[in-house]
């Protein structure tokens, strides 16, 4: 058997030098991650690894213009959402205005819009998706916004671990996946258990709005909001809302339109804490 501990070290191979005019970009060693200063991929790991996914696995390009906003910004404006600890929101925004929790901002143009026609109001906003991420605060950084905070992650941990009772001032769900397939509605995120955890992050009087394009989804949050108990309809005579001025149109809403689809949204208020007798 050959001793190789002595032997002079082979030379590592080298990468050959790119052609002139080819990309340079080169394959990330395993485990070395895509944003070093950036999002962590899935940062609340195994340990929550139980849950149902009310998302969908994407795996698109990330623009060059996403990536610089990413390691540039993240560090200032970025939460990864581990489930490792209670925040302190007032910290989190540098002031102790408002907070509205926005799950699932895809490209994350309504938020900036939102964000700029309300700046006394703080949205965190939510999603899994690396590029909308990177969008989002390149949008923000661009119009000059301080009231945007990105989160990396599951909705549901953030509420269920890292917010505090009582915190939120509203929750929106724009267009969330309609998981269409029988098989796949336990995956909708518009669930009563949902509701519940909501509900007991938001304040008293806080609303939660909703918008869908897909009828059955609308109907069936429609069902359960009207059915639970802390929420009641901010329609007198209930039913679905009239699209509110405020909710600019979003990316996914205006591809519904095009396929023809009906737009309905719902505004739900969180009711005073009942009082145990
Ligand atoms: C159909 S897209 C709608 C995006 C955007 N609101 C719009 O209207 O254009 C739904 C988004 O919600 C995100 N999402 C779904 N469940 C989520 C969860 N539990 N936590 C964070 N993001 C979630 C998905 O990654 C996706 O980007």
Same mark, same amino acid.
Not at 105 to 108: R, V
């Given at each position: 058997m050959s001793d190789s501990r002595n032997a002079p070290e082979a030379p590592r191979p080298t990468a050959p030098a790119p052609a002139p $005019?080819? =990309?340079a970009r080169r394959t990330r060693a395993k485990g070395e991650p895509r944003f070093p200063d950036g999002p962590r991929p899935? #940062?609340?790991? =195994? %340990?929550?690894? @139980?849950r149902i996914r009310s998302f969908q696995p994407r795996r698109s390009r990330v623009t060059a213009g996403q990536a610089d906003a990413l390691q540039r910004l993240w560090p200032k404006w970025g939460l990864d959402i581990d489930g490792q600890r209670v925040i302190d929101l007032a910290e989190l925004f540098g002031n102790d205005n408002p907070v509205v929790l926005e799950i699932g901002? $895809?490209? $994350?143009e309504a938020t900036v819009r939102m964000a700029a026609a309300d700046p006394d109001t703080n949205i965190l906003a939510v999603d899994v998706h690396t590029p909308g991420q990177g969008n989002l605060l390149n949008l923000a950084d661009h119009r000059g916004l301080s009231n945007v905070r990105v989160g990396n992650g599951d909705a549901i941990i953030l509420l269920r671990e890292m917010l505090a009772p009582d915190s939120l001032d509203g929750v929106r769900v724009y267009f #969330?996946? #309609?998981? #269409?397939?029988k098989r796949h %509605?336990? @995956? @909708?995120?518009?669930q009563p258990e949902f509701l519940t955890l909501a509900a007991s992050r938001m304040r008293p009087g806080a609303v939660l709005h909703c918008a869908t394009d897909w009828e059955p989804y609308a109907e069936h949050m429609l069902d359960v909001l009207t059915a639970h108990p802390d929420f009641e309809n901010t329609q007198p005579g209930g039913g679905f809302a009239p699209r509110p001025a405020f909710r600019p149109l979003t990316r996914f809403e205006s591809q519904g339109l095009d396929k023809g689809h009906v737009v309905n949204d719902l505004l739900f208020r969180r009711v005073p804490h009942r009082v145990h007798p």
């Open positions: $005019g080819a =990309s899935d #940062p609340a790991g =195994s %340990h929550f690894e @139980r901002f $895809g490209m $994350g #969330p996946d #309609p998981w #269409p397939k %509605h336990k @995956r @909708r995120l518009i």
